[in-house]
Protein backbone atom coordinates (compact mmCIF):
# COMPACT_ATOMS: atom_id res chain seq x y z
CA UNK A 1 0.00 0.00 0.00
CA UNK A 2 1.27 3.66 -1.13
CA UNK A 3 1.22 6.13 1.50
CA UNK A 4 -1.69 8.82 1.01
CA UNK A 5 -0.79 12.37 0.07
CA UNK A 6 -3.72 14.20 -0.77
CA UNK A 7 -6.21 14.98 -3.51
CA UNK A 8 -3.51 16.21 -5.77
CA UNK A 9 -1.46 13.36 -6.11
CA UNK A 10 -4.33 10.80 -5.52
CA UNK A 11 -6.35 12.54 -8.60
CA UNK A 12 -3.75 14.23 -10.05
CA UNK A 13 -5.27 12.82 -14.22
CA UNK A 14 -8.57 15.22 -12.82
CA UNK A 15 -7.20 18.22 -12.03
CA UNK A 16 -5.78 21.03 -14.10
CA UNK A 17 -1.98 21.18 -12.65
CA UNK A 18 1.16 21.50 -14.98
CA UNK A 19 2.93 18.03 -14.85
CA UNK A 20 5.78 19.87 -13.49
CA UNK A 21 3.90 21.88 -10.40
CA UNK A 22 4.73 20.80 -7.42
CA UNK A 23 1.79 19.88 -4.84
CA UNK A 24 1.31 22.12 -1.84
CA UNK A 25 -0.42 19.52 0.32
CA UNK A 26 -1.39 18.52 3.81
CA UNK A 27 -2.45 15.06 3.53
CA UNK A 28 -5.99 16.38 2.54
CA UNK A 29 -9.30 14.09 1.30
CA UNK A 30 -10.18 10.77 1.55
CA UNK A 31 -12.74 11.85 4.38
CA UNK A 32 -14.87 8.73 5.68
CA UNK A 33 -18.08 8.54 4.41
CA UNK A 34 -20.11 7.31 7.43
CA UNK A 35 -23.85 5.52 7.30
CA UNK A 36 -25.82 6.90 10.07
CA UNK A 37 -28.29 4.08 10.54
CA UNK A 38 -29.16 4.16 14.02
CA UNK A 39 -29.85 7.65 13.41
CA UNK A 40 -32.34 6.67 10.57
CA UNK A 41 -33.88 4.03 13.14
CA UNK A 42 -34.83 6.73 15.62
CA UNK A 43 -36.15 9.11 13.71
CA UNK A 44 -38.34 6.39 12.32
CA UNK A 45 -37.37 6.91 8.43
CA UNK A 46 -36.24 4.74 5.79
CA UNK A 47 -33.40 5.40 4.06
CA UNK A 48 -29.96 5.26 3.11
CA UNK A 49 -28.30 7.83 5.35
CA UNK A 50 -24.45 9.06 4.79
CA UNK A 51 -22.47 11.77 6.21
CA UNK A 52 -19.05 12.86 4.29
CA UNK A 53 -17.48 14.24 7.20
CA UNK A 54 -15.16 16.83 5.55
CA UNK A 55 -14.12 18.32 9.62
CA UNK A 56 -11.50 15.66 8.72
CA UNK A 57 -9.29 16.98 6.97
CA UNK A 58 -5.73 18.84 8.11
CA UNK A 59 -7.40 21.90 9.33
CA UNK A 60 -11.22 20.94 9.84
CA UNK A 61 -13.05 21.76 6.84
CA UNK A 62 -13.24 21.19 3.02
CA UNK A 63 -11.47 24.51 2.10
CA UNK A 64 -8.18 22.56 2.59
CA UNK A 65 -9.08 20.71 -0.88
CA UNK A 66 -9.47 23.94 -3.18
CA UNK A 67 -6.86 25.65 -0.79
CA UNK A 68 -4.13 22.63 -1.68
CA UNK A 69 -4.88 23.65 -5.08
CA UNK A 70 -5.18 27.06 -5.06
CA UNK A 71 -1.69 27.48 -3.17
CA UNK A 72 0.48 24.90 -5.44
CA UNK A 73 -1.30 26.95 -8.56
CA UNK A 74 0.05 30.59 -7.26
CA UNK A 75 3.68 28.79 -6.34
CA UNK A 76 3.67 27.62 -9.59
CA UNK A 77 2.91 31.17 -10.78
CA UNK A 78 5.60 32.71 -8.65
CA UNK A 79 3.20 34.20 -6.15
CA UNK A 80 4.97 35.20 -3.06
CA UNK A 81 1.49 36.19 -1.08
CA UNK A 82 -2.08 35.37 -1.09
CA UNK A 83 -4.90 37.13 0.30
CA UNK A 84 -8.66 35.68 1.36
CA UNK A 85 -11.47 37.35 3.06
CA UNK A 86 -13.52 34.65 4.81
CA UNK A 87 -15.77 33.95 7.81
CA UNK A 88 -13.02 31.58 9.76
CA UNK A 89 -12.51 28.14 7.52
CA UNK A 90 -10.64 29.94 4.76
CA UNK A 91 -8.65 31.75 6.38
CA UNK A 92 -7.43 28.60 8.31
CA UNK A 93 -6.35 26.46 5.50
CA UNK A 94 -5.16 29.67 3.53
CA UNK A 95 -2.79 29.88 6.46
CA UNK A 96 -1.78 27.08 6.99
CA UNK A 97 -1.16 25.86 3.05
CA UNK A 98 0.96 29.66 3.27
CA UNK A 99 2.75 27.91 5.73
CA UNK A 100 3.73 24.91 4.03
CA UNK A 101 4.69 26.96 1.26
CA UNK A 102 6.46 30.03 2.56
CA UNK A 103 4.90 32.25 1.19
CA UNK A 104 2.28 34.97 3.12
CA UNK A 105 -1.32 34.68 3.74
CA UNK A 106 -3.12 37.80 4.08
CA UNK A 107 -6.66 37.43 5.70
CA UNK A 108 -9.38 39.47 6.36
CA UNK A 109 -11.69 38.59 8.69
CA UNK A 110 -15.12 40.36 9.88
CA UNK A 111 -15.39 41.80 13.50
CA UNK A 112 -16.42 39.04 16.07
CA UNK A 113 -18.58 36.75 14.86
CA UNK A 114 -15.46 34.48 13.82
CA UNK A 115 -15.50 31.18 15.89
CA UNK A 116 -12.65 31.24 17.98
CA UNK A 117 -10.89 27.92 16.91
CA UNK A 118 -10.59 29.49 13.52
CA UNK A 119 -9.19 32.73 14.74
CA UNK A 120 -6.29 30.93 16.04
CA UNK A 121 -5.45 28.81 13.46
CA UNK A 122 -4.90 32.05 11.12
CA UNK A 123 -2.74 33.27 14.20
CA UNK A 124 -0.76 30.64 15.30
CA UNK A 125 -0.15 29.48 11.22
CA UNK A 126 1.65 33.25 11.03
CA UNK A 127 -1.25 34.66 8.77
CA UNK A 128 -1.64 38.53 8.68
CA UNK A 129 -5.03 38.85 9.73
CA UNK A 130 -6.77 42.10 9.23
CA UNK A 131 -9.88 42.16 11.10
CA UNK A 132 -12.67 44.02 9.27
CA UNK A 133 -15.23 46.30 10.63
CA UNK A 134 -17.86 45.29 8.29
CA UNK A 135 -19.07 41.47 7.12
CA UNK A 136 -17.62 38.77 4.94
CA UNK A 137 -19.14 40.16 2.21
CA UNK A 138 -17.16 43.82 2.64
CA UNK A 139 -14.44 41.69 3.22
CA UNK A 140 -14.87 40.01 -0.05
CA UNK A 141 -15.33 43.32 -2.16
CA UNK A 142 -12.14 44.38 -0.14
CA UNK A 143 -9.89 41.44 -1.19
CA UNK A 144 -11.15 42.08 -5.03
CA UNK A 145 -10.41 45.66 -5.17
CA UNK A 146 -6.56 45.21 -3.29
CA UNK A 147 -5.94 42.16 -5.52
CA UNK A 148 -6.06 44.40 -8.79
CA UNK A 149 -3.22 46.59 -8.05
CA UNK A 150 -0.95 44.65 -4.81
CA UNK A 151 0.90 41.26 -6.07
CA UNK A 152 -1.34 39.19 -4.30
CA UNK A 153 -3.11 35.79 -5.29
CA UNK A 154 -7.26 35.77 -4.38
CA UNK A 155 -7.33 31.99 -2.64
CA UNK A 156 -11.60 32.59 -2.05
CA UNK A 157 -14.17 30.34 -4.10
CA UNK A 158 -13.80 32.69 -6.95
CA UNK A 159 -10.28 31.02 -7.60
CA UNK A 160 -11.11 28.50 -9.96
CA UNK A 161 -8.29 26.46 -8.78
CA UNK A 162 -10.20 26.11 -5.41
CA UNK A 163 -13.46 24.49 -7.19
CA UNK A 164 -11.20 22.10 -8.73
CA UNK A 165 -9.90 20.63 -5.78
CA UNK A 166 -12.71 20.65 -3.87
CA UNK A 167 -14.54 18.46 -6.64
CA UNK A 168 -12.86 15.67 -5.34
CA UNK A 169 -15.00 15.04 -2.72
CA UNK A 170 -17.71 13.66 -5.45
CA UNK A 171 -15.10 11.54 -6.90
CA UNK A 172 -14.53 9.97 -3.08
CA UNK A 173 -18.40 9.59 -2.91
CA UNK A 174 -18.57 7.96 -6.00
CA UNK A 175 -15.53 5.52 -5.28
CA UNK A 176 -17.04 4.62 -1.81
CA UNK A 177 -20.92 4.29 -2.79
CA UNK A 178 -19.85 2.24 -6.51
CA UNK A 179 -22.43 5.05 -8.11
CA UNK A 180 -23.75 8.44 -7.05
CA UNK A 181 -26.30 9.28 -4.45
CA UNK A 182 -29.84 9.90 -5.41
CA UNK A 183 -29.56 13.14 -3.37
CA UNK A 184 -26.41 15.44 -2.10
CA UNK A 185 -27.63 17.83 0.63
CA UNK A 186 -25.11 20.47 1.35
CA UNK A 187 -24.68 23.40 3.61
CA UNK A 188 -24.34 26.91 1.31
CA UNK A 189 -23.06 30.19 1.41
CA UNK A 190 -20.46 31.50 -1.26
CA UNK A 191 -22.38 28.33 -3.20
CA UNK A 192 -18.75 27.23 -4.08
CA UNK A 193 -18.94 23.75 -2.56
CA UNK A 194 -22.59 23.25 -4.10
CA UNK A 195 -21.10 24.17 -7.94
CA UNK A 196 -17.86 22.06 -7.03
CA UNK A 197 -19.63 19.32 -6.11
CA UNK A 198 -21.35 19.40 -9.20
CA UNK A 199 -18.86 19.89 -11.26
CA UNK A 200 -17.32 16.61 -9.65
CA UNK A 201 -20.46 14.17 -10.37
CA UNK A 202 -20.85 15.15 -13.59
CA UNK A 203 -17.01 14.80 -14.31
CA UNK A 204 -18.14 11.00 -13.17
CA UNK A 205 -20.67 11.04 -15.19
CA UNK A 206 -18.92 11.65 -18.28
CA UNK A 207 -21.03 15.39 -18.48
CA UNK A 208 -19.67 18.58 -19.06
CA UNK A 209 -21.43 21.46 -17.00
CA UNK A 210 -22.29 24.98 -17.77
CA UNK A 211 -21.28 25.36 -14.27
CA UNK A 212 -17.96 24.22 -14.58
CA UNK A 213 -16.21 27.90 -14.48
CA UNK A 214 -12.55 26.56 -15.54
CA UNK A 215 -13.13 24.30 -18.31
CA UNK A 216 -16.22 26.18 -19.80
CA UNK A 217 -17.98 23.04 -20.13
CA UNK A 218 -15.32 20.68 -21.73
CA UNK A 219 -14.81 18.08 -19.22
CA UNK A 220 -12.96 14.98 -19.94
CA UNK A 221 -14.51 12.08 -18.58
CA UNK A 222 -11.03 10.79 -16.89
CA UNK A 223 -12.05 7.27 -15.97
CA UNK A 224 -11.50 5.37 -12.16
CA UNK A 225 -14.70 6.18 -10.68
CA UNK A 226 -17.27 6.58 -12.88
CA UNK A 227 -21.39 6.42 -13.10
CA UNK A 228 -24.38 7.40 -15.47
CA UNK A 229 -26.24 8.67 -13.05
CA UNK A 230 -25.73 12.30 -10.88
CA UNK A 231 -27.97 13.39 -7.71
CA UNK A 232 -30.24 15.93 -6.89
CA UNK A 233 -28.36 18.78 -5.54
CA UNK A 234 -30.07 19.95 -2.34
CA UNK A 235 -28.98 23.52 -0.82
CA UNK A 236 -29.69 24.68 2.99
CA UNK A 237 -29.33 28.01 3.88
CA UNK A 238 -29.87 29.54 7.22
CA UNK A 239 -33.61 31.63 7.51
CA UNK A 240 -31.29 34.66 8.30
CA UNK A 241 -28.74 34.64 5.99
CA UNK A 242 -30.63 33.23 2.80
CA UNK A 243 -30.20 35.21 -0.42
CA UNK A 244 -31.04 31.75 -2.84
CA UNK A 245 -34.41 31.80 -0.52
CA UNK A 246 -34.76 35.85 -1.22
CA UNK A 247 -34.30 35.34 -4.73
CA UNK A 248 -30.89 38.49 -4.42
CA UNK A 249 -28.27 39.48 -1.65
CA UNK A 250 -29.17 39.84 2.09
CA UNK A 251 -27.99 43.08 3.34
CA UNK A 252 -27.39 41.95 6.91
CA UNK A 253 -27.28 38.45 7.30
CA UNK A 254 -27.73 36.58 10.76
CA UNK A 255 -26.99 33.28 12.33
CA UNK A 256 -25.04 31.48 14.36
CA UNK A 257 -23.92 29.12 11.61
CA UNK A 258 -21.23 31.65 10.80
CA UNK A 259 -19.43 29.96 8.44
CA UNK A 260 -22.83 30.15 6.18
CA UNK A 261 -23.41 33.85 7.29
CA UNK A 262 -23.02 35.24 3.67
CA UNK A 263 -25.51 37.79 2.00
CA UNK A 264 -23.89 37.99 -1.40
CA UNK A 265 -22.86 34.77 -2.87
CA UNK A 266 -19.64 34.85 -4.71
CA UNK A 267 -21.04 31.70 -6.98
CA UNK A 268 -24.72 33.19 -7.16
CA UNK A 269 -24.55 32.28 -11.03
CA UNK A 270 -23.43 28.31 -11.18
CA UNK A 271 -25.36 27.76 -7.94
CA UNK A 272 -28.62 27.92 -10.06
CA UNK A 273 -27.49 26.30 -12.93
CA UNK A 274 -26.78 23.51 -10.39
CA UNK A 275 -30.65 23.59 -9.03
CA UNK A 276 -31.56 23.49 -12.42
CA UNK A 277 -29.53 20.90 -13.75
CA UNK A 278 -29.57 18.90 -10.90
CA UNK A 279 -33.51 19.12 -10.34
CA UNK A 280 -32.26 19.89 -6.77
CA UNK A 281 -33.46 22.77 -4.83
CA UNK A 282 -32.57 25.18 -2.09
CA UNK A 283 -34.06 25.73 1.26
CA UNK A 284 -33.98 27.58 4.79
CA UNK A 285 -33.47 26.31 8.46
CA UNK A 286 -33.59 28.26 11.77
CA UNK A 287 -30.90 28.24 14.03
CA UNK A 288 -32.32 26.61 16.56
CA UNK A 289 -33.09 23.44 14.23
CA UNK A 290 -29.60 23.33 13.15
CA UNK A 291 -28.25 23.43 16.50
CA UNK A 292 -30.67 20.73 17.50
CA UNK A 293 -29.30 18.34 14.85
CA UNK A 294 -26.08 19.25 15.82
CA UNK A 295 -26.62 18.12 18.66
CA UNK A 296 -28.57 14.93 17.61
CA UNK A 297 -25.78 13.92 15.44
CA UNK A 298 -23.02 13.71 18.18
CA UNK A 299 -25.30 11.70 20.68
CA UNK A 300 -26.59 9.66 18.43
CA UNK A 301 -23.96 9.23 16.30
CA UNK A 302 -20.71 10.32 17.83
CA UNK A 303 -20.05 12.77 15.34
CA UNK A 304 -19.44 16.28 16.25
CA UNK A 305 -19.80 19.42 13.41
CA UNK A 306 -19.82 22.52 13.20
CA UNK A 307 -23.69 24.72 13.06
CA UNK A 308 -23.37 25.32 9.36
CA UNK A 309 -22.48 21.74 8.44
CA UNK A 310 -25.44 20.21 10.68
CA UNK A 311 -27.69 22.70 8.28
CA UNK A 312 -27.02 19.84 5.34
CA UNK A 313 -28.47 16.76 7.82
CA UNK A 314 -30.90 19.39 9.56
CA UNK A 315 -32.90 19.79 6.22
CA UNK A 316 -32.26 16.04 4.62
CA UNK A 317 -34.01 14.84 7.86
CA UNK A 318 -36.95 17.34 7.41
CA UNK A 319 -37.19 16.79 3.95
CA UNK A 320 -37.11 13.06 4.21
CA UNK A 321 -39.75 13.26 7.27
CA UNK A 322 -42.13 15.35 4.72
CA UNK A 323 -41.41 12.72 2.22
CA UNK A 324 -40.01 15.81 -0.36
CA UNK A 325 -36.82 12.92 -0.68
CA UNK A 326 -38.69 9.86 -1.23
CA UNK A 327 -38.11 6.82 1.84
CA UNK A 328 -35.86 4.35 0.43
CA UNK A 329 -33.52 6.97 -0.83
CA UNK A 330 -29.99 7.20 -1.01
CA UNK A 331 -28.79 10.31 0.64
CA UNK A 332 -25.40 12.21 1.15
CA UNK A 333 -25.10 15.07 3.61
CA UNK A 334 -21.90 16.83 3.74
CA UNK A 335 -20.57 17.81 7.29
CA UNK A 336 -18.22 20.72 6.10
CA UNK A 337 -16.37 21.43 9.40
CA UNK A 338 -15.31 19.80 12.61
CA UNK A 339 -17.09 20.69 15.78
CA UNK A 340 -14.01 21.49 17.62
CA UNK A 341 -13.69 24.95 15.58
CA UNK A 342 -16.54 26.35 17.82
CA UNK A 343 -16.75 24.77 21.47
CA UNK A 344 -18.35 28.01 22.35
CA UNK A 345 -21.39 27.15 20.81
CA UNK A 346 -22.01 24.26 22.99
CA UNK A 347 -21.08 25.58 25.40
CA UNK A 348 -22.53 28.99 26.27
CA UNK A 349 -25.52 26.30 27.37
CA UNK A 350 -24.07 26.08 30.25
CA UNK A 351 -22.23 22.41 31.40
CA UNK A 352 -25.38 20.49 30.67
CA UNK A 353 -24.66 16.91 32.14
CA UNK A 354 -22.05 17.87 34.27
CA UNK A 355 -21.78 16.03 37.69
CA UNK A 356 -19.99 17.73 40.61
CA UNK A 357 -18.71 15.45 43.85
CA UNK A 358 -16.39 15.24 46.45
CA UNK A 359 -12.97 13.55 45.51
CA UNK A 360 -14.24 10.16 47.15
CA UNK A 361 -14.66 6.66 45.91
CA UNK A 362 -17.82 6.07 47.23
CA UNK A 363 -19.34 9.50 45.80
CA UNK A 364 -18.28 8.69 42.68
CA UNK A 365 -19.79 5.25 42.88
CA UNK A 366 -22.61 6.14 44.03
CA UNK A 367 -22.80 8.95 40.76
CA UNK A 368 -21.95 6.33 38.39
CA UNK A 369 -24.88 3.45 39.77
CA UNK A 370 -27.68 6.48 40.31
CA UNK A 371 -27.52 7.18 36.24
CA UNK A 372 -26.90 3.27 35.38
CA UNK A 373 -30.34 2.20 37.23
C1 LIG B 1 -17.09 27.62 3.71
C2 LIG B 1 -18.05 26.83 4.52
C3 LIG B 1 -19.37 26.61 4.11
C4 LIG B 1 -19.95 27.23 2.88
O1 LIG B 1 -19.40 26.78 1.67
P1 LIG B 1 -19.62 27.62 0.34
O2 LIG B 1 -18.73 27.00 -0.66
O3 LIG B 1 -19.22 29.03 0.69
O4 LIG B 1 -21.07 27.55 0.00
C5 LIG B 1 -20.18 25.82 4.89
N1 LIG B 1 -19.74 25.27 6.04
C6 LIG B 1 -18.47 25.47 6.46
C7 LIG B 1 -18.06 24.84 7.75
C8 LIG B 1 -17.59 26.24 5.72
O5 LIG B 1 -16.35 26.44 6.17
Known sequence: MTRYTGIIEHFRNRLPLAPDAKAISLGEGATPLIKLDKLVRAEGLEA??????????????FKDRGMTMAVTQAVYEGSRAIICASTGNTSAAAAAYAARAGIVAFVLIPEGKIALGKLAQAIVHGAVVIQIRGNFD???????????????TIVNSINPYRLQGQKTAAFEIVEALGRAPDFHCIPVGNAGNITAHWIGYSECAGIGTEACLHCQGDCAF???????????MVGYQAAG????????????PETIATAIRIGDPQSWAPAWIVREESDGWFDELEDQEILATQRLLAEKEGVFCEPASAASLSGALRDLHSGKIPAGSTVVCTLTGNGLKDPDIILKDGLRGLVQVDAEQGVVERALLERLA
Do not use: C, I, Q, W
Not at 139 to 146: A, P, S, T
Open 48 to 61: ELYVKFEGLNPTGS
Open 138 to 152: DGMRLVKEVAKTAPV
Open 222 to 232: LGVASTRKRPR
Open 241 to 252: SAPFLRGGPVAN
